[in-house]
T-cell receptor, first 110, second 115 residues
């Protein structure tokens, strides 16, 4: 089966850097996604990793280590609007749908 | 404008009534999905469909039913057999079910409250 673990909550201040970790167990790895979700809104796509290493996209970067079953999302130069939930997701066993973690709620203060 | 629509945004029903939530997409995506979100639970997969006239159960399909008669539409029926139907329901679609083209685009969601 699959299992995804993320911290429930994190706090940080404007301008800082924060790293949100995700560990997963899955049979047959087909890629890992990160989504951002503001309260009461739909999730929006942030990144997709299928190979080991760091993918950088502006202020956000995502890292994957398949051997360790580990990923992190790195947010730099934090802004108040980055306060949201961050969801880690991996494919199900059949590789046909995503299974989401419970999400990490990030609160950014001034 | 291309996208996914869900209506209504808020829905109230009496206990014991079936209710159907709509989901329409004009992105020409093959795959569509229904998730349920409860506080502190993240997104849980109810049903998904990789292609028209085909769908599979997700992790929490009991008490729900779906149909996929058209590529654009994937309605979800919450039946009276669902014990705790009050939740935020999200519909999503992706170009295909596998690989990088599984980037899922989400609709705005429907918040269902059963009284």
């Amino acid at each position: 089966g699959q299992n995804i673990d993320q911290p429930t909550e994190m706090t940080a201040t404007e301008g800082a850097i924060v790293q949100i970790n995700c560990t997963y167990q899955t049979s047959g790895f087909n890629g890992l996604f990160w989504y951002q979700q503001h309260a009461g809104e739909a999730p929006t796509f942030l990144s997709y990793n299928v190979l080991d290493g760091l993918e950088e996209k502006g202020r956000f970067s995502s890292f994957l280590s398949r051997s360790k079953g580990y990923s992190y999302l790195l947010l730099k130069e934090l802004q108040m609007k980055d306060s949201a939930s961050y969801l880690c997701a991996v494919f199900n066993q059949a590789g046909t749908a995503l299974i989401f973690g419970k999400g990490t709620t990030l609160s950014v203060s001034s | 404008d291309g996208g996914i629509t869900q209506s209504p945004k808020y829905l109230f029903r009496k206990e014991g009534q079936n209710v159907t939530l709509s989901c329409e997409q004009n992105l020409n995506h093959d795959a569509m999905y229904w998730y349920r979100q409860d506080p502190g639970q993240g997104l849980r997969l109810i049903y998904y469909s990789q292609i028209v006239n085909d769908f599979q159960k997700g992790d929490i399909a009991e008490g729900y039913s779906v149909s996929r008669e058209k590529k654009e539409s994937f309605p979800l029926t919450v039946t009276s057999a669902q014990k705790n139907p009050t939740a935020f329901y999200l519909c999503a679609s992706s170009m295909e079910a596998r690989g990088v083209h599984n980037e899922q685009f989400f609709g705005p969601g429907t918040r269902l409250t059963v009284l």
